[in-house]
């Protein structure tokens, strides 16, 4: 740099205003505090995708298993019912089938007292929107 623009750049320096120079220098972007973001979000991005990806299938297993649970209780008193009752119709099977689990245990204990498919028809009418 020559003497004269170093003069000339004392005299513009010299122009600036200390609040309007730092206003400036603070709204200057770091490129490595960019990167850094960037890669802050992307890592926050990812570590969430995997959280998300692990509960929804704890909460899937536990869905299933509780499905599970229910089809095979359901399963065993509907035979039990058929054993003891004799023929169920499907109107009565489909009913049993959609009980969720606890009423379908219940119903297991019950049907040990029936004597007759007019004990299990007045059972699900008692139960069915309990």
Do not use: Y
């Amino acid at each position: 740099m020559t003497d004269q623009e170093a003069l000339q750049l004392e005299h513009e320096l010299g122009k600036v205003k200390p609040d309007a120079a730092r206003e400036a220098v603070m709204n200057l972007t770091n490129p490595f505090i960019e990167l850094g973001k960037q890669r802050g979000l992307q890592q926050g991005l990812q570590q969430g995708r995997q959280q998300g990806l692990q509960q929804g299938l704890q909460k899937g297993r536990q869905e299933g298993l509780q499905q599970g649970l229910q089809q095979g209780e359901a399963e065993l008193v509907l035979k039990q019912l058929g054993r003891r009752l004799g023929t169920l119709s499907s109107s009565q099977e489909k009913t049993v089938r959609r009980l969720p689990l606890q009423k379908i245990e219940a119903l297991g204990e019950a049907l040990l007292d029936f004597t007759s498919l007019a004990d299990l028809t007045r059972w699900l009418r008692n139960n069915k929107n309990c």
